[in-house]
């Protein structure tokens, strides 16, 4: 069983920054993923192993950054210019197989980090 711990999460002010880090190790691809109360999970941003393919919900394109650090195990997500509704919690989500088609998908990744919470105020 995979374990993927996150850290980072916090309260900003809308407008501010936060980074999350997700600690994994050699996974093909990894996702960062948002849940706000009474709405769905929803993919914001993925990344593949060797850091060639990134994607990005239009929601953060521009403002969110995913990247990876292989030496330390980390996937990050930068995240500058926040809204209200950036407020959720953000999970990491690992994919063990190769070969993905839809990198926002949640179905498309097989382990789960237990989630931090982002709280964006005005």
């Known amino acids: 069983q995979a374990q993927l711990v996150e850290s980072g999460g916090g309260s900003v002010q809308a407008g501010g920054s936060l980074k999350l880090s997700c600690v994994a190790s050699?996974?093909?691809?990894m996702g960062w993923f948002r849940q706000a109360p009474g709405k769905e999970r929803e993919g914001v941003a993925a990344i593949s192993l060797d850091g060639g393919s990134t994607v990005y919900a239009d929601a953060v394109k521009g403002r969110f950054t995913i990247s990876q650090d292989n030496a330390k195990n980390t996937v990050s997500l930068q995240m500058n210019s926040l809204k209200l509704e950036d407020t959720a919690m953000y999970y990491c989500?690992?994919?063990?197989?190769?070969?993905?088609?839809?990198?926002?998908?949640?179905?498309?990744?097989?382990?789960w980090g237990q989630g931090t919470q982002v709280t964006v105020s005005s």
């Open positions: 050699g996974y093909p691809w």
């Open positions: 989500a690992a994919r063990s197989r190769f070969g993905m088609l839809w990198p926002l998908r949640a179905s498309e990744y097989n382990y």
